[in-house]
């Protein structure tokens, strides 16, 4: 699983919401996790992927490009 993102938009997610996109790609591991359509903007459609890291429940944005998961 390959995952890409913006490096500021991490570091704005990690003061805002105490995890990074580095941590957040821990979220796929959960084996109970959801993923719901979310939203389609342009041609694109995003997903929110619900899941239980270190206790805590995240709710992750992301969209496919180029069979990499963008958060």
Known sequence: MKFE???NKSLI???KHGIDFVDAQNLWQDED???VP???IGEETRYAL???FKNKCYTAIFT???DMYRI
């Open 38 to 40: 979310a939203s389609i």
């Open 33 to 35: 996790a959801l993923i």
């Open 50 to 52: 619900i899941s239980i």
């Open 64 to 66: 496919l490009r180029d």
């Open 5 to 7: 993102y913006d490096g």
């Open 13 to 15: 997610n990690k003061d």
